[in-house]
């Protein structure tokens, strides 16, 4: 979350009290509010019980891909080296047929 900088940028912008007014439970800004009625009521919070996001590296619809194309990768590199084996095989036993025939 901080290692883009946006909430620097966020509080240089906003200013910090209204920074944490939004991004900080704690603040005061979230004692009573006032609905669409315009009553005030008392803020809920989190009444989904959502947990804390967790930063990743990248998404993991894109390690999905990256698994998939470095699978394809080794399929394509065994594939390729069985077939070069079998044509070293093939090469060495006509040689050994010709050494045979001589």
Excluded at 20 to 37: G, I, K, Q, R, W
Excluded at 74 to 86: A, D, G, T
């Amino acid at each position: 979350k901080n290692a883009c900088g946006r909430p620097q940028r966020l509080k240089d912008v906003w200013g910090k009290d209204v920074y944490d007014c939004y991004h900080n439970l704690e603040s005061s800004c979230f004692e009573n509010v006032t609905n669409a009625s315009g009553d005030v009521v008392e803020a809920e919070l989190n009444t989904k019980g959502a947990e804390e996001p967790e930063a990743a590296l990248l998404p993991r619809k894109y390690w999905i891909t990256i698994g998939a194309i470095g699978t394809a990768l080794v399929v394509i590199m065994v594939s390729f080296l069985v077939v070069k084996k079998r044509g070293e095989d093939n090469k060495s036993k006509q040689s050994m047929e010709l050494k045979q025939l001589n």
